[in-house]
């Protein structure tokens, strides 16, 4: 869908911006020269009557007003912010469902909106960034994930579900989940889930696991044998912050830096969908804002 809009976004910015081009440079002019042309045999004209004598047709008149609105949300979208909605509670406790993020979309490197290919490289991807991406499998669909594993690095993640990451020219396998420091159980349709600690470089942040069970096993379960990682280099290895309920690298793969869109960096508006077994209200109608989460990300 974000792929599709971008295209149509980028059709209605050209052929408006055709037109005003046609209109300001080409058309302006010819209808001026008629009217000079009456005006010299007339010697006189009311300016009233201008407009009546050569009217400009509708539709060119529209797309010379919208142009330069389409243009500014084009470029904002394609090369500096781009809002994204929080689809499912993958990125639990960090991003929550109903929360509507801001994405910096220079973060990576300016792309063509249309074919995605880097223009100007602006920078790369540092372990514990939220990034939005095109999933691999289906590129037409976004997914967002925190970054774990950088080109070149060891991912192992243990059965203890505690990452260790052993960057590329160390010898060292570095634990960064901190399974001994539980913040506290929250309640979910799995069982408790409990939070805790994780330093990814720079970044601390919370995530949860299941002490007990993996949420939907058959979807879930890691390929047999498989517990360990190299990635390659120009890929990314990413993981959701909700562990045991989040469909990932450990599942699908590596992420190519081609398909990064950019990164997560504020939450500009969040919904809660709460509501009562009973209720009428259609499920896509928020039942309150959450003022609280409207900030950075972490």
Not at 27 to 53: F, G, H, M, Y
Request: hydrophobic share 40%; charged share 20%.
């Amino acid at each position: 869908m974000a792929n599709t809009f971008s295209l149509i976004l980028v059709i209605v910015t050209l052929v408006t911006g055709i037109i005003w081009a046609l209109e300001k440079f080409v058309w302006a002019k010819q209808r001026q020269q008629k009217i000079d042309d009456i005006l010299a045999q007339t010697n006189e004209l009311d300016p009233s009557l201008q407009s009546k004598v050569l009217p400009q047709p509708w539709w060119v008149e529209n797309s010379v007003s919208i142009f330069p609105v389409i243009a500014l949300v084009l470029i904002v979208r394609s090369f500096i912010f781009e809002p994204f909605q929080i689809p499912s509670g993958s990125m639990k406790p960090t991003l929550l469902v109903g929360d509507f993020i801001l994405v910096q979309k220079f973060a990576y490197g300016l792309r063509d909106p249309v074919t995605h290919t880097q223009l100007l490289e602006t920078g790369k991807p540092v372990r514990g960034d939220i990034v939005v991406f095109r999933y691999p499998p289906n590129p037409s669909v976004d997914y967002i994930k925190r970054v774990v594993g950088l080109p070149g690095d060891i991912v192992r993640y243990s059965p203890d579900k505690r990452i260790c990451i052993q960057p590329k020219g160390e010898s060292v396998c570095k634990i960064v989940s901190q399974s001994n420091r539980v913040r506290s159980e929250l309640k979910s349709n799995v069982g408790p889930m409990v939070q805790m600690d994780e330093q990814l470089g720079e970044v601390n942040h919370h995530i949860l696991v299941s002490p007990w069970r993996m949420d939907n096993p058959i979807n879930y379960k890691p390929r047999p044998g498989v517990n360990e990682w190299v990635v390659p280099e120009g890929h990314y290895f990413m993981m959701g912050d909700n562990r045991d309920n989040s469909s990932d690298s450990r599942y699908w793969g590596f992420v190519p830096e081609a398909n990064l869109l950019g990164k997560a960096v504020a939450i500009w508006i969040s919904f809660e969908f709460d509501r009562s077994p009973d209720s009428v209200l259609p499920s896509w109608v928020p039942t309150g804002v959450r003022f609280n989460r409207i900030g950075q990300i972490h």
